[in-house]
């Protein structure tokens, strides 16, 4: 008992409170004891030690302590000093009980907070760092750290006081200037710095465009399969969504013309569609852009990581294309840096610069304006262009291995699809269901999403895996296929023997 530390509960003592100082440090104890701050057999700092602390006599302290003591709170121990008592006695009030009280009936949510709720997230990752096949995250244990808290601290340092303040609804001019630039450079189309918005990712960038381009019931196009990230955005906004088929050559805008031609909005990933990985054609594209400009439509574009690219020259973007003003621009810095810096930016016509900066200036304001800087410097000093060029050599080696793999454990049974570009693959199962893959899948560690988790409509989806092949190195790909090609092994059993192994 006599090693233990020696406790002093923090009194706040008022001198001229009333009742005096001696009955606020008598119950100032009492209350440490009774909370549970004091534990039972907590030995207390010596009376002179405690008298120091608060500032009061010495005698003040020990009329206290005796009061402690006559009421049986605390206990003297000759040669060891004062302790609080092991066993409160009964008949002393106890410290506060919690009930579980019976859950709140407050209102309900809004249809749309409902619907929102109700929507999981197409992907299913398991918890834990990394593993194969994780879709969505890049190399994470690559990314130059080094750099970037160098830029961290030098950002710091040269940060005025004025630049703690609020900072542009936009976005920090000189990383605007800077994304300008880049998509000039490798996304094939131009804009001015003003017409960027840094958002705090893409899915924050399609948030609040739905909500300053549609009203309640307005219909809008999403790509079947596709991104749960604009599916949320959508009903957010109150829309009706109308899914619209994706085939070889990306969406079907005939398709999407036929069944639903009173459309305000489009979201699109023509680049790489997400998730089957197809380029939309040429004739697809101007389609898309003629239909919206005789519709009236806006045409949402995410470009979220058309950076990698493995076998073909970059398709340059629908932007690009686009002389009606008809496309908006959105893309993140999730998977050529890394998702949780939370930054991503909006490309938007001029005229609609004014409207945007007043929506944006009543929601989040901006994201971080110190992230925002670090982020330019990388950009200004050629490290986003370095690590870029560097990660596609990377992934492109993972999704070597993710083919030799597949090819070496699976056999026939998982067919990968040509991957060009991107961080993930899209393979059909053959003769086995993508759900009972994922669960036997999960229970082997291994991560997989069956394709079918991004449909949402009446389209039926095939029977295949989405599958990440950036986060993790080629033998761990390696590993996570043999332990996939037991899962797709169990999974193909009927499911009486499956449940007796
Ligand atoms: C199709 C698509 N767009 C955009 C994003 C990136 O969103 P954010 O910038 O919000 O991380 C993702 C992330 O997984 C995605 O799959």
């Known amino acids: 008992m006599q090693n233990k530390p020696a406790a002093s509960p923090l009194i706040p003592i008022d001198p001229r409170a009333r009742g005096g100082l001696q009955k606020q440090i008598y119950a100032g104890i009492r209350r440490a004891i009774l909370n549970g701050t004091l534990r039972p057999g907590a030995r207390l ?26 009421e049986g709170y605390v206990t003297a121990r000759r040669g060891s000093g004062m302790f609080v008592v092991d066993e409160l006695p009964d008949d002393l009030p106890q410290p506060p009980v919690r009930i579980n009280k019976p859950a709140a009936t407050h209102p309900p949510l809004s249809r749309r907070g409902a619907a929102l709720s109700a929507t999981p997230p197409a992907s299913r990752r398991l918890t834990g760092p990394p593993r194969a096949f994780r879709i969505g995250s890049p190399a994470l244990d690559l990314f130059p750290r080094r750099v970037w808290s160098q830029l961290v601290r030098r950002c710091l340092k040269s940060l005025p006081a004025a630049g703690l303040d609020y900072g542009d609804p936009a976005g920090l001019p000189a990383l605007r200037a800077a994304i300008a630039a880049h998509v000039g450079a490798s996304r094939g189309t131009h804009c001015d710095a003003d017409q960027v918005f840094i958002v705090a990712g893409a899915a924050r960038g399609l948030d609040l ?3 300053v381009l549609l009203d309640p019931g307005d219909l809008v196009w999403l790509e079947e399969p596709g991104y749960s990230g604009a599916w949320s955005a959508a009903l957010g906004a109150g829309a009706r969504i109308h899914p619209v088929r994706v085939d070889d050559e990306g969406l079907d805008v005939a398709a999407g013309a036929g069944s639903a031609p009173a459309a305000r909005l489009v979201f699109v990933t023509p680049s790489h569609q997400y998730p089957l990985g197809v380029a939309m054609s040429l004739p697809r594209r101007l389609a ?8 009236g439509a806006w045409v949402l574009e995410d470009d ?10 970059a398709v340059p973007c629908l932007h690009g294309l686009d002389t009606g003003e008809r496309v908006i621009y959105v893309n993140s810095f999730s998977k050529n840096l890394f998702p949780a810096l939370r930054l991503g930016f909006i490309i938007v016509p001029k005229d609609l610069r004014r409207q945007l900066f007043s929506s944006r200036s009543a929601a989040d304001m901006h994201p971080p304006v110190l992230d925002q800087m670090v982020l330019a410097e990388f950009m200004e000093g050629g490290h986003f262009e370095r690590h870029v060029r560097r990660m596609r050599a990377v992934y492109r080696e993972r999704l070597e291995a993710l083919a030799a793999a597949a090819e070496r454990w699976c056999g026939g049974a998982l067919r990968l699809r040509p991957v060009r570009t991107g961080l993930h693959a899209v393979a059909d199962l053959v003769g086995v269901d993508g759900e009972s893959v994922y669960r036997e899948a999960a229970a082997r560690g291994v991560e997989v999403t069956p394709l079918s988790a991004y449909y949402w409509g009446e ?14 190195d080629p033998a761990a790909l390696n590993l996570g296929m043999e332990r996939l090609a037991a899962a ?8 009486s023997r499956r449940r007796a192994d």
Not at 45 to 70: H, N
Not at 304 to 313: G, P, V
Not at 488 to 495: G, L, M, N, Q, S
């Open 45 to 70: 700092l010596s009376s002179r030690a405690m008298a120091a602390d608060l500032a009061v006599s010495r005698t003040t302290m020990l009329l206290a302590m005796d009061q402690l003591r006559a």
């Open 209 to 211: 465009l739905c909500r």
């Open 288 to 295: 898309l852009l003629r239909w919206a400009g005789s519709a």
């Open 304 to 313: 979220y990581d058309s950076e990698f690219r493995y076998s073909t020259h």
């Open 459 to 472: 389209a039926q989806p095939v029977e295949a895996l989405v599958m990440g092949f950036a986060a993790v």
């Open 488 to 495: 797709i092994e169990a999974a193909a059993r009927p499911t």
